[in-house]
């Protein structure tokens, strides 16, 4: 069965630092996505991964991802307050997409 | 078209009593997925539709719970004899599922409490 992990759970930092989510899985998938969610709202899509050694970039936000490690990685550049969000990444084809527990950022002054 | 469309918003209801929901997707998009949410947890996946056809089904989905795309349009999610681990937030998506994949595109969710 198609597991999703992501670490950290939790994650508090202050604005102008850069961290890393990180999100493993189980089997081979077709892809890999990153969902951001605000609280009480639904998910916003960021970012689709296909293939081995893919990475997007998107303002302060990167992710790759390396099939082989089954690893991807959501990268926070000089974090601003505005990205306090949970993100999601999640592993999947056609039929379904499983999704992490989720990473609970809050970037503070 | 502006999105996936989830209705109603919010819904509270007794313990014992069928409720339904409804999700219009994207007009052009031909798959359709069920996804609920608990609180500080990802979506877990619940069923998925390609047009009319219901293809599959979670272990999560139990006898109580039916859902149903009539014609390929809008579908509903139907839960019988709510109990209160029903509680969570109900997601449609939609995605267009020929050629190359753009993801899903989510709803804003029902969010169901059962008292």
């Known amino acids: 069965e198609l597991k999703v992990e992501q670490n950290p759970l939790f994650l508090s930092m202050q604005e102008g630092k850069n961290y890393t989510i990180y999100c493993n899985y189980s089997?081979?998938?077709?892809?890999l996505y990153w969902y951001r969610q605000d609280p009480g709202k639904s998910l916003e899509s960021l970012f689709v991964?296909?293939?081995?050694?893919a990475v997007k970039q998107e303002g302060r936000l990167m992710a790759s991802l390396d099939t082989k490690a089954r690893l991807s990685t959501l990268h926070i550049t000089a974090a601003v307050h505005d990205l306090s969000a949970t993100y999601f990444c999640?592993?999947?084809?056609?039929?379904?997409?499983?999704f992490g527990a989720g990473t609970r950022l809050t970037v503070k002054p | 078209d502006t999105g996936v469309s989830q209705n109603p918003r919010h819904k509270i209801t007794k313990r014992g009593q069928n409720v339904t929901f409804r999700c219009d997707p994207i007009?052009?998009?031909?798959?359709l997925y069920w996804y609920r949410q608990t609180l500080g947890q990802g979506p877990e996946f619940l069923t998925y539709?390609?047009?009319?056809?219901?293809?599959?089904k979670s272990r999560l989905l139990s006898d109580r719970f039916s859902a149903e795309r009539p014609k390929g349009s809008f579908s509903t999610l139907e839960i019988q004899r709510t109990e209160q681990g029903d509680s969570a937030m109900y997601l449609c998506?939609?995605?267009?599922?020929?050629?190359?994949?753009?993801?899903?595109?989510f709803g804003s969710g029902t969010r169901l409490t059962v008292v």
């Open positions: 998506a939609s995605s267009l599922g020929i050629g190359v994949f753009y993801g899903y595109t």
């Open positions: 089997t081979t998938s077709d892809r």
């Open positions: 991964l296909l293939s081995n050694g």
């Open positions: 999640a592993v999947g084809n056609d039929n379904d997409m499983r």
């Open positions: 007009s052009e998009h031909n798959r």
């Open positions: 539709f390609q047009n009319e056809a219901q293809l599959e």
